[in-house]
Nanobody, 120 residues
Framework: QVRLVESGGGLVQAGGSLRLSCTASGRIYKVNNMGWYRQAPGQQRELVAAQADDGNTNYADSVKGRFTISRDNARKAVFLQMTSLEPEDTAVYYC??????????????WGQGTQVTVSS
């Protein structure tokens, strides 16, 4: 019922930048949290950054100072500006959104994932 569409992944050299975008659509009354997770081969999915609807943000220690999350609440969109990328940032990045449908049922939806590859 809630669909997330991501874009912006790709291949970049170490030290470069990328910007990920994600837009939510469907039966949405309110989006509370939007965020980005990533999963590297053989690793568990981990939180990269998240932002609540009140603007509070949460970042993984490994990306603090390099990544910035932002939201456009009117468009139900979330963005991740990634700078000073490192090979260790290579992973599939997933968008996540949590909120309420018009019938006040909670949703917790994921995008299909976008590959980010950082070459050394």
């Amino acid at each position: 019922q809630v669909r997330l569409v991501e874009s912006g992944g790709g291949l970049v050299q170490a030290g470069g930048s990328l910007r990920l975008s994600c837009t939510a659509s469907g039966r949405i009354y309110k989006v509370n949290n939007m965020g980005w997770y990533r999963q590297a081969p053989g690793q568990q999915r981990e939180l990269v950054a998240a932002q609540a609807d009140d603007g509070n943000t949460n970042y993984a220690d490994s990306v603090k100072g390099r990544f910035t999350i932002s939201r456009d609440n009117a468009r139900k969109a979330v963005f991740l500006q990634m700078t000073s990328l490192e090979p260790e940032d290579t992973a599939v990045y997933y968008c996540n959104a949590r909120g309420l449908t018009p019938t006040l049922i909670r949703f917790d939806s994921w995008g299909q994932g976008t590959q980010v590859t950082v070459s050394s």
